[in-house]
């Protein structure tokens, strides 16, 4: 499922043509240069072409098996009775780790908001699909054996998936049976055993946020105005709105760890990534952000500097550094993408 910060969806674009399933030792995806359309394929680890440079997107391989998909033009259904409509259509299919073709390049991967592509990958041993707008589950073998009856549809972690349909949110188990009724307005995928729930109300059409457990019970009340999933049993939450809110951390039963003291708990996603950088504790740490002005050395985007903290699992900053822009934390962090 898509993310409130989204995290499993490709974009359209170059970057479209690979996934981010990690490669395994034998077969990588490749990509052609110069060509109208992307066209890729997977070589082994002496450089041996396996599988031919003929999809649009290549995925990583997941549990031993790697998304594959080509574009072709089609009809597309108006929304909400409105007329159809010739587009571009994304259709998936997987190969297995010796680069056979297993299971068809028949699903679709639909297009959400006219950019992202819901390419999907393998999770617990079956992957969501979904056909005539709806989604179900298919294993390995292809066989569904979860039927075609929601609206959308998470991956499986921990033998249970967010899904929703009649535009409510609850949670399924592997065969399709209902763990939590389809109740909510809006429900995340579920991580360390809590997922993010939304309440709306008529002064705030942005929602608060919380968290409800496996059984579907609120134990952190909607009060956040962004979160993060929990990580190491940590979530960073935040207070305020996109441009002047505040970022703190609380524990899975809603403590205030660090309070809502900094600019920014991750990386805004750079040119084609969707998902955010960070924003998640990874071995005992957590990166934070604040953006440092100095009134007539500010940039265009009102700041002139930005220092990051890092956090250790109590909160104390264990080390800082400043930076002039996001482009020398993107080059500090990620050096091979300068070279």
Known sequence: MKKFNSKAIIVLGLYAAFGSGSATAGLQAFELENTEQPQCGY????????????YYSCGGFSEGMARVAVMKMGMVKGYDGGEDYEDYLYWQGYINEAGKLVIP???????????????????????AVYKDGQYGYLNK???LTVPYAYQ???????????????????????????????????LDDYSEGLAK???????????????????????IAAKWDEAMEFS???SAVKVGDYNNGKWGVIDKIGKVIVPPKYDMAYIEPMGDAEDVDGGRYENGKLDVYNLNTKDSNAD??????????????????????TYKDWEEIDQERYPQNYQ
């Open 43 to 54: 070589k082994d680890d002496r450089g041996k072409v396996i599988v031919p440079a003929k």
């Open 105 to 127: 390049i028949e699903h679709e991967a639909p297009v959400s908001n006219g950019i992202f592509i819901d390419y999907r990958d393998f999770h617990e041993g079956v992957v």
């Open 141 to 143: 073998t292809g066989k």
């Open 152 to 186: 959308s549809a998470g991956d499986f972690n921990e033998g249970i998936a967010v899904a929703s349909k009649n535009k409510k949110y609850g949670v399924i188990d592997k065969t399709g049976k209902t763990i939590v009724p389809f109740k909510f307005n809006w």
């Open 197 to 219: 729930y939304k309440i709306f109300t008529l002064n705030d059409e942005d929602g608060k946020i919380g968290f409800v457990d496996i059984s579907g019970k609120p134990v």
């Open 232 to 234: 190491e049993g940590l």
């Open 300 to 321: 265009y985007n009102g700041y002139d500097s930005i220092t990051r903290y890092t956090l250790d699992r109590q909160g104390k900053v264990i080390s800082q550094k």
